[in-house]
């Protein structure tokens, strides 16, 4: 454990980072090359900066991760919440589905950001096209409208 901490200490976190986004491209299934990426997403060096790395692609593009946006009113955070947990359910079940995660601010209680990543647009894109997806979205924009950022590594 001792060493764990000690090389913890020495690296950099976007080396850190990269570390374990190269280990988890490596789990899915990725690859971690592709001449077209801006390895600065990664690692936040500039190209050709020591420490930067080309971004994990994955058959049928790059990785992508999507940030979804939601405020709804007060007193409505158990029945939303219970909705975001049957989405992320049947999105764990759904191929090219890598990781998820529901954030609420800080600062504002009702603000909801949930972020999904998926091994390519392709799965995304097949995701969105799920019936009993949609039939979910549909409650949950009942609560307040969703926008959406896809972002690709």
């Not at 990785?63 to 158990?78: D, N, W």
């Amino acid at each position: 454990m001792n060493t764990w901490k000690r090389l913890l200490r020495k690296m950099k976190a976007p080396q850190f980072l990269a570390g374990l986004l190269m280990i988890l491209s490596l789990l899915t299934g990725c690859s971690a090359s592709t001449p077209n990426q801006n390895p600065s997403l990664l690692t936040g060096a500039a190209p050709g900066e020591a420490g930067s790395k080309p971004a994990p692609v994955c058959e049928g593009g790059s990785v992508v991760k999507v940030l979804l946006e939601r405020t709804i009113k007060g007193g409505q955070g158990q029945e939303f919440t219970q909705l975001l947990q049957k989405m992320r359910t049947l999105a764990m079940q759904q191929p090219g589905y890598i990781s998820g995660e529901t954030l609420r601010a800080a600062d504002d209680p009702n603000h909801y950001l949930v972020i999904s990543v998926w091994k390519s647009m392709a799965h995304w894109q097949a995701w969105l096209g799920q019936p009993e997806r949609q039939k979910i979205q549909d409650k949950i924009d009942t609560y307040s409208p969703t926008t959406i950022r896809v972002y690709t590594y």
